[in-house]
T-cell receptor, first 112, second 114 residues
Framework: RKEVEQDPGPFNVPEGATVAFNCTYS??????FFWYRQDCRKEPKLLMS???SGNEDGRFTAQLNRASQYISLLIRDSKLSDSATYLC?????????????FGSGTRLSIRP | DAGVTQSPTHLIKTRGQHVTLRCSPI?????VSWYQQVLGQGPQFIFQ???????GRGNFPDRFSARQFPNYSSELNVNALLLGDSALYLC?????????????FGPGTRLTVL
Protein backbone atom coordinates (compact mmCIF):
# COMPACT_ATOMS: atom_id res chain seq x y z
CA ARG A 1 0.00 0.00 0.00
CA LYS A 2 1.29 3.46 -0.89
CA GLU A 3 1.96 5.82 2.01
CA VAL A 4 -0.11 8.56 0.38
CA GLU A 5 -2.86 7.70 -2.06
CA GLN A 6 -4.89 9.88 -4.38
CA ASP A 7 -7.45 9.22 -7.08
CA PRO A 8 -5.48 10.05 -10.25
CA GLY A 9 -8.58 11.30 -12.07
CA PRO A 10 -8.88 12.99 -14.44
CA PHE A 11 -11.77 14.96 -13.06
CA ASN A 12 -13.44 16.79 -15.92
CA VAL A 13 -15.97 19.33 -14.64
CA PRO A 14 -17.71 22.40 -16.10
CA GLU A 15 -16.71 25.90 -15.14
CA GLY A 16 -18.54 27.02 -12.02
CA ALA A 17 -18.88 23.52 -10.59
CA THR A 18 -17.76 22.39 -7.16
CA VAL A 19 -15.23 19.59 -7.06
CA ALA A 20 -13.68 17.70 -4.17
CA PHE A 21 -10.63 15.45 -3.87
CA ASN A 22 -9.62 13.13 -1.09
CA CYS A 23 -6.21 11.83 -0.15
CA THR A 24 -5.50 9.02 2.32
CA TYR A 25 -2.29 8.47 4.26
CA SER A 26 -1.06 5.38 6.07
CA UNK A 27 1.24 6.77 8.78
CA UNK A 28 -0.83 7.76 11.80
CA UNK A 29 2.18 9.67 13.18
CA UNK A 30 2.12 12.13 10.27
CA UNK A 31 2.29 15.69 11.49
CA UNK A 32 1.93 18.07 8.55
CA PHE A 33 -0.35 18.15 5.55
CA PHE A 34 -0.39 20.25 2.42
CA TRP A 35 -1.97 20.59 -0.99
CA TYR A 36 0.35 21.60 -3.81
CA ARG A 37 -0.67 22.50 -7.33
CA GLN A 38 1.38 21.53 -10.37
CA ASP A 39 0.70 22.92 -13.81
CA CYS A 40 1.75 20.95 -16.88
CA ARG A 41 5.56 20.84 -17.20
CA LYS A 42 5.99 23.23 -14.26
CA GLU A 43 7.21 22.81 -10.71
CA PRO A 44 4.80 22.19 -7.80
CA LYS A 45 3.67 25.23 -5.82
CA LEU A 46 2.02 25.35 -2.42
CA LEU A 47 -1.74 25.80 -2.63
CA MET A 48 -2.51 25.59 1.06
CA SER A 49 -1.56 23.97 4.32
CA UNK A 50 -4.12 21.73 6.00
CA UNK A 51 -4.90 22.11 9.69
CA UNK A 52 -6.93 19.96 12.05
CA SER A 53 -9.51 22.71 12.37
CA GLY A 54 -9.84 22.99 8.61
CA ASN A 55 -8.96 26.08 6.66
CA GLU A 56 -10.34 28.12 3.83
CA ASP A 57 -8.68 30.37 1.30
CA GLY A 58 -11.15 32.00 -1.04
CA ARG A 59 -12.77 29.28 -3.14
CA PHE A 60 -10.56 26.57 -1.64
CA THR A 61 -11.29 24.64 1.56
CA ALA A 62 -9.03 21.98 3.06
CA GLN A 63 -9.97 19.53 5.79
CA LEU A 64 -8.02 17.00 7.83
CA ASN A 65 -9.58 13.90 9.37
CA ARG A 66 -6.96 12.29 11.61
CA ALA A 67 -9.25 9.49 12.77
CA SER A 68 -9.81 8.26 9.24
CA GLN A 69 -6.41 9.44 8.03
CA TYR A 70 -7.46 11.49 5.06
CA ILE A 71 -7.31 15.06 3.88
CA SER A 72 -9.64 16.71 1.44
CA LEU A 73 -9.66 19.69 -0.89
CA LEU A 74 -12.85 21.40 -2.01
CA ILE A 75 -12.87 23.88 -4.89
CA ARG A 76 -15.99 25.98 -5.30
CA ASP A 77 -17.02 27.97 -8.37
CA SER A 78 -14.22 26.37 -10.38
CA LYS A 79 -12.40 28.47 -12.99
CA LEU A 80 -10.66 27.43 -16.19
CA SER A 81 -7.40 28.44 -14.49
CA ASP A 82 -7.95 25.76 -11.82
CA SER A 83 -7.04 23.10 -14.38
CA ALA A 84 -3.91 21.45 -12.99
CA THR A 85 -2.67 18.45 -11.04
CA TYR A 86 -3.28 18.65 -7.29
CA LEU A 87 -0.69 16.91 -5.12
CA CYS A 88 -1.39 15.79 -1.59
CA UNK A 89 1.69 16.04 0.68
CA UNK A 90 2.16 14.46 4.09
CA UNK A 91 5.10 15.17 6.37
CA UNK A 92 6.55 13.72 9.55
CA UNK A 93 9.63 14.27 11.63
CA UNK A 94 11.63 11.60 13.46
CA UNK A 95 14.34 13.05 15.70
CA UNK A 96 16.28 15.29 13.29
CA UNK A 97 15.10 13.55 10.13
CA UNK A 98 12.17 14.72 8.05
CA UNK A 99 10.07 12.62 5.75
CA UNK A 100 7.85 14.24 3.14
CA UNK A 101 5.71 12.08 0.92
CA PHE A 102 3.87 13.28 -2.17
CA GLY A 103 0.84 11.56 -3.57
CA SER A 104 0.71 10.78 -7.27
CA GLY A 105 -1.61 13.70 -7.88
CA THR A 106 -5.17 14.21 -9.06
CA ARG A 107 -5.64 15.73 -12.49
CA LEU A 108 -8.38 18.32 -12.78
CA SER A 109 -9.65 19.70 -16.07
CA ILE A 110 -12.21 22.51 -16.10
CA ARG A 111 -14.20 22.83 -19.32
CA PRO A 112 -15.94 26.03 -20.51
CA ASP B 1 14.32 38.03 -4.89
CA ALA B 2 15.51 35.05 -6.91
CA GLY B 3 13.69 31.81 -6.41
CA VAL B 4 15.24 28.38 -6.41
CA THR B 5 17.50 27.92 -9.40
CA GLN B 6 18.59 24.67 -10.99
CA SER B 7 21.06 23.83 -13.71
CA PRO B 8 21.09 22.56 -16.32
CA THR B 9 17.47 22.75 -17.46
CA HIS B 10 17.81 19.80 -19.80
CA LEU B 11 20.37 17.04 -20.10
CA ILE B 12 20.79 14.04 -22.36
CA LYS B 13 23.08 11.22 -21.27
CA THR B 14 23.69 7.63 -22.27
CA ARG B 15 23.50 4.54 -20.09
CA GLY B 16 26.45 4.10 -17.77
CA GLN B 17 27.39 7.76 -17.70
CA HIS B 18 27.50 10.01 -14.66
CA VAL B 19 25.51 13.22 -14.13
CA THR B 20 25.71 16.15 -11.70
CA LEU B 21 22.73 18.40 -11.13
CA ARG B 22 22.98 21.70 -9.28
CA CYS B 23 20.61 23.72 -7.14
CA SER B 24 20.75 27.10 -5.43
CA PRO B 25 18.15 27.68 -2.71
CA ILE B 26 16.30 30.87 -1.91
CA UNK B 27 18.49 33.27 0.02
CA UNK B 28 18.15 32.58 3.75
CA UNK B 29 16.94 29.01 3.28
CA UNK B 30 19.23 26.43 4.85
CA UNK B 31 17.60 23.23 3.68
CA VAL B 32 17.58 21.64 0.24
CA SER B 33 15.66 18.55 -0.81
CA TRP B 34 15.89 16.58 -4.03
CA TYR B 35 13.02 14.78 -5.73
CA GLN B 36 12.62 12.61 -8.81
CA GLN B 37 9.39 12.94 -10.78
CA VAL B 38 8.50 10.59 -13.59
CA LEU B 39 5.60 11.31 -15.92
CA GLY B 40 2.24 10.76 -14.29
CA GLN B 41 3.62 10.41 -10.77
CA GLY B 42 4.18 12.74 -7.86
CA PRO B 43 7.69 13.77 -6.82
CA GLN B 44 9.60 10.98 -5.06
CA PHE B 45 11.89 12.06 -2.22
CA ILE B 46 15.59 11.35 -2.77
CA PHE B 47 17.55 13.40 -0.20
CA GLN B 48 17.24 16.24 2.25
CA UNK B 49 20.14 18.35 3.51
CA UNK B 50 20.14 20.91 6.29
CA UNK B 51 23.19 22.89 7.32
CA UNK B 52 25.36 20.65 5.10
CA UNK B 53 24.22 17.46 6.85
CA UNK B 54 22.03 14.75 5.38
CA UNK B 55 18.74 14.73 7.23
CA GLY B 56 16.75 12.31 5.14
CA ARG B 57 17.17 9.73 2.42
CA GLY B 58 14.51 8.15 0.26
CA ASN B 59 14.43 4.66 -1.20
CA PHE B 60 16.99 5.18 -3.96
CA PRO B 61 20.10 3.09 -4.76
CA ASP B 62 23.61 4.09 -3.75
CA ARG B 63 24.21 5.33 -7.29
CA PHE B 64 22.46 8.48 -6.08
CA SER B 65 24.43 10.82 -3.82
CA ALA B 66 24.26 14.46 -2.87
CA ARG B 67 25.97 17.11 -0.86
CA GLN B 68 25.33 20.63 0.39
CA PHE B 69 27.94 23.35 0.32
CA PRO B 70 28.67 26.10 2.89
CA ASN B 71 26.61 28.57 0.81
CA TYR B 72 23.69 26.08 1.06
CA SER B 73 23.72 25.22 -2.64
CA SER B 74 23.57 21.55 -3.43
CA GLU B 75 24.58 18.95 -5.98
CA LEU B 76 22.87 15.67 -6.83
CA ASN B 77 25.08 13.04 -8.42
CA VAL B 78 23.89 9.94 -10.21
CA ASN B 79 26.38 7.29 -11.31
CA ALA B 80 26.01 4.45 -13.81
CA LEU B 81 22.87 5.92 -15.35
CA LEU B 82 20.03 3.60 -16.28
CA LEU B 83 17.20 4.21 -18.73
CA GLY B 84 14.86 4.32 -15.74
CA ASP B 85 16.68 7.35 -14.35
CA SER B 86 15.05 9.48 -17.05
CA ALA B 87 12.88 11.93 -15.16
CA LEU B 88 12.43 15.50 -13.97
CA TYR B 89 14.70 16.17 -11.01
CA LEU B 90 13.33 18.81 -8.70
CA CYS B 91 15.14 20.71 -6.01
CA UNK B 92 13.19 22.35 -3.19
CA UNK B 93 14.40 24.74 -0.54
CA UNK B 94 12.89 25.51 2.83
CA UNK B 95 13.82 27.59 5.83
CA UNK B 96 14.74 24.92 8.33
CA UNK B 97 14.18 21.52 6.82
CA UNK B 98 11.30 20.58 9.07
CA UNK B 99 8.19 19.11 7.44
CA UNK B 100 6.11 22.00 8.75
CA UNK B 101 7.23 24.71 6.36
CA UNK B 102 6.46 25.35 2.72
CA UNK B 103 8.89 23.93 0.23
CA UNK B 104 9.77 26.14 -2.73
CA PHE B 105 10.60 24.23 -5.87
CA GLY B 106 12.96 25.10 -8.66
CA PRO B 107 11.97 24.58 -12.31
CA GLY B 108 13.73 21.23 -12.41
CA THR B 109 16.30 19.50 -14.58
CA ARG B 110 14.85 17.19 -17.20
CA LEU B 111 17.22 14.23 -17.61
CA THR B 112 16.94 11.89 -20.56
CA VAL B 113 19.01 8.70 -20.54
CA LEU B 114 19.40 7.00 -23.92
Amino acid sequence: RKEVEQDPGPFNVPEGATVAFNCTYSNSASQSFFWYRQDCRKEPKLLMSVYSSGNEDGRFTAQLNRASQYISLLIRDSKLSDSATYLCVVGSQYSSASKIIFGSGTRLSIRP
Amino acid sequence: DAGVTQSPTHLIKTRGQHVTLRCSPISGHKSVSWYQQVLGQGPQFIFQYYEKEERGRGNFPDRFSARQFPNYSSELNVNALLLGDSALYLCASSLDGTPFNEQFFGPGTRLTVL
